[in-house]
């Protein structure tokens, strides 16, 4: 998980939309143990002081658009042998589409959160879609996400767990 600048808009409607999957998204993080890179304008995912689930956060005070020119990104990456990338944050029809773009340049599976990404220009929300559709880009919701991952590891304890968690 890619957030990016994620604490840039704080207008009071994206915070609200922005916050109930934000919610959603720290409770499944940690119940899959993904890790999660945190770029710029972002403040820690409000998470309980556990450990582990704090070594899973890197955050990176680096430009979004030079994060792919960044060793420590890179190399995270490398290290988790992560092949899909999930990105979220401010602001779409910038930071996360260029590097939405280099990370499927770069032969990553790449998916948009679309319910905790917001576009400085609402209007150009749907031409930055179908333009990252093309590269074979798709977005997503938290949920949608969350719901996904259970039914393909197959546990039914985690699918039950999700389910609980997404009601």
């Known amino acids: ?17 922005i916050g109930a999957g934000l919610s959603l998204l720290q409770a499944g993080l940690q119940m899959f143990n993904v890790s ?8 820690p995912l409000d998470i309980e002081p556990d450990q582990a689930a704090m070594d899973l956060i890197t955050q990176l005070e680096v430009n979004a658009f030079s994060i792919w020119r960044d060793r420590r990104f890179t190399d995270g990456l490398a290290s988790a042998q992560a092949s899909v990338l999930f990105f979220g944050g401010s602001w779409l029809e910038e930071e996360i589409f260029i590097s939405a773009l ?5 032969g990553y599976d790449v998916r948009l959160v679309s319910d905790i990404t917001t576009a400085r220009a609402e209007a150009d929300r749907s031409f930055v879609l179908d333009r990252l559709a093309l590269h074979g880009i798709l977005a997503t919701t938290v949920r949608q996400m969350l719901l996904e991952w259970a039914v393909c590891l197959g546990d039914p304890v985690l699918l039950q767990k999700v389910q609980e968690l997404l009601s």
């Open 36 to 43: 999660s890179i945190l770029v710029g304008k972002c403040q």
């Open 1 to 17: 998980m890619v957030l990016i600048n994620l604490m840039r808009d704080q207008m009071p409607a994206h915070t609200a939309v």
């Open 102 to 106: 280099q990370a499927a340049e770069r």
